[in-house]
């Protein structure tokens, strides 16, 4: 299983793809046999690289959205109408085409099932996509704590993984929407941005000392690590993934 990676220390290798799955009219997961691959830990990330006939090259980070399993990995991934990859991933890529791909980076937010607390996972949009990761591993996993999961969506449409979501709701996993921008007729759940009030709700209490995963945009990730420690959880017990930064292309989906 792999680690915390070093950049510097890994190669970039061909991926090819397998399987292309629409979750949203924006998203689409998109799957990569990667020979040789060696596993990852639930919330590390990719860079993929693209080479146009010219030879310009370009790159882009990507979260892994799939548990370790074998030389398969899952890329979920927004199409941002500005972007310079995510179009060509959305709308160009298909079967049986191949990529460049590095990885896995990352060890800081990692969950591992060795890991038997409580789990709170906050995500804004396709935020969701690492802690995906986390919520499949724990699915397989003979042990791991509680988990709790509250994702803030636009749009009912817009909620990424909603069937599998909901199908793995029960004693283990707990999952709880937000829609801030349009709500179905039939809708009773929340209807607005995460705020103190609705954590305080949803998060276990401080004094269980809960891991707890926060990803989303710069300004989402901020607020909801501010209004958990004016709850009263452990700063250091907040891990955060901000979207959006040098390399990435992920849309403020709140």
């Not at 990424?160 to 709880?176: A, F, M, N, S």
């Not at 209807?191 to 989303?216: H, K, N, T, W, Y």
């Not at 989402?220 to 700063?235: P, Q, R």
């Amino acid at each position: 299983m792999a680690g915390t990676a070093v950049l510097g220390r890994l190669s970039w290798q061909p991926a090819e793809v397998v399987d292309i799955v629409e979750e949203t009219p924006r998203v689409k997961t998109i799957t990569f046999h990667v020979p040789g691959w060696r596993g990852h830990l639930a919330g590390q990330h990719v860079d993929i690289r693209l080479t146009a006939v010219d030879g310009y090259q370009t790159e882009r980070s990507y979260s892994i959205a799939s548990r370790s399993e074998g030389e398969l990995i899952d890329l979920t991934v927004e199409r941002l109408n500005d972007g310079e990859v995510s179009p060509y991933l959305m709308d160009e890529l298909r079967r049986h085409d191949r990529i460049e791909i590095r990885g896995p980076v990352g060890g800081y937010f990692v969950w591992e099932p060795s890991d038997a607390g409580p789990v709170l996972l906050v995500a804004g949009g396709s935020g969701v996509v690492p802690l995906m990761a986390m919520i499949r591993t724990r699915a397989v996993s003979s042990s791991g704590g509680a988990m709790r999961l509250l994702f803030s969506s636009r749009t009912w449409d817009d909620i990424i993984y909603r069937d599998e979501l909901r199908e793995l709701t029960g004693q283990w996993l707990t999952v709880v929407h937000t829609l801030t921008r349009s709500q179905p007729p039939w809708w009773d759940g929340y209807a607005r941005r995460v705020d103190a009030e609705m954590l305080a709700a949803i998060s276990p209490s401080p004094s269980a000392q809960p891991r707890v995963f926060v990803c989303g945009s710069t300004a989402f990730v901020e607020k909801v690590a501010d209004s958990l420690t004016s709850l009263g959880h452990a700063a250091d017990h907040i891990k955060t993934e901000r979207y959006g930064g040098p390399g990435r292309e992920v849309a403020d989906a709140r």
